[in-house]
């Protein structure tokens, strides 16, 4: 993923970066995603972006050496949207008059999806509560990958975890989470849902599919976002010209819990709150702010109560914990060193483990312990030590000489491999000299010249 100077720098944007040219231009010519690139821009950003619109000898005008300014600034490059010209800032041309179309007309227009407004007795009143029933499905199956969670989730699904790294393991059986997954599973939603789309995106590039096409409908469908309608009263139409990969696309974000649509057959969707985080920009959105309440309990004697029933908590939980006891609202398990050593086996760290427990440590751990020994520290010191026993051997590939001609044939093997600083481990006893995989060459055409010697 490439990395932007840019606290705020916003996930699908990072993606852009990496596009080819011809896929940047495109975005930059449809007013519809020259409009959606513009909103998820920083603040600084979208207010040297307009301001260069009206007036290129703007940037001429600030502060060089302001680094919010700078780094803004290099954001605008990196995304092509700006060029500088002869020591000259300017805005693509492309981009400005698409961007200035969108404006003029507004997202909604830009869209170009029709809307209906749906009678009272046919509106769906569980949106919401279905909507994160089927993402609550998604992140179980990524915490827990078993036969049982694989029915929950299509194919489309299960690759991309495998081709981002977020699971391991070759068939079904032994699929498991491995350190950039549980990663995820720590990250805001607005952050969870944008990673999965890109690497959605990434997935449909590698199978040869058209990336334009499917990136100016997702596009389309998030600025039909206007989180001041009731989401329920609203209906959109779905569009007959849609290609089959744009359908694709379309029932994958209804897997997802983006949209909400019945049947194929009825032809139109409902938005829901899902998709609210796609149309915002960053984490100091007010949707990424509301955090659930806490509900882990872990004592000194390294037992931990969740208060919850929520599957996808207990099946995160189950990733390092061993569960016991089950109720209707609360479970009981016991961290133990084979429970965290399953955990670290895959990839998660102590650091992960115990930023996840801390993070949703219960609110009475929180108000009496602070936030930091929420999490008691006897418990949060033997999670690093059972991490640092399989750290007390390192594995290095090598190669082993075991015969030599003479002393002075192993005296300047051993010397050679030292002053290269190659060599790993040598023993004048039994005459064996280890040195690097990378040294064996180096070794054996110093061999080769001085074999006649």
Known sequence: M???DSPETNIFLEYVIG????DINFLQKEPSSAFFLFRLLPDVAQQLLVKLIWNSNVVDALKHDNKEIGSNLDLLKKLKLVRVVEGSCTVN???RRAYLYAVMNGSKRCAQIDSTEVEEQKRNKDIVRKSNERWECILRYL???SEQNKASVSLTTRKLFNSANFTSGEGEGDMEITSAGFQFLLLSPIQQLWTYMSEYLKLAQSEGKDLKELMIVLIKIILCVDKGDDITKRAYELDNSWSKEQNELVMHMRELGLIFLRTRKNGIFFLTPLLWHLSSRSDDDQASQERKDGYIIVETNFRLYAYTNSSLDLAILSTF???TYRFNDMSVGILTRESVRRALQVGITANQIISFLRSNAHSKCLNSSGPLNCLPITVADQIR???????RLVFTDATIY???DSEEEFVGVRDFAANQDVLLWADSTQKLV???DEGHSLVKQWWRQHRGQ
Request: glycine share 0%; hydrophobic share 45%.
């Open 2 to 4: 490439t990395v932007v």
């Open 19 to 22: 596009l080819p040219e011809d």
């Open 93 to 95: 041309d492309n981009f």
């Open 143 to 145: 915490a827990l990958p």
């Open 321 to 323: 914990t061993e569960m």
């Open 385 to 391: 030590l059972w991490e640092d026993e399989r750290k």
């Open 402 to 404: 075991s015969v030599f």
């Open 434 to 436: 280890i040195v690097t």
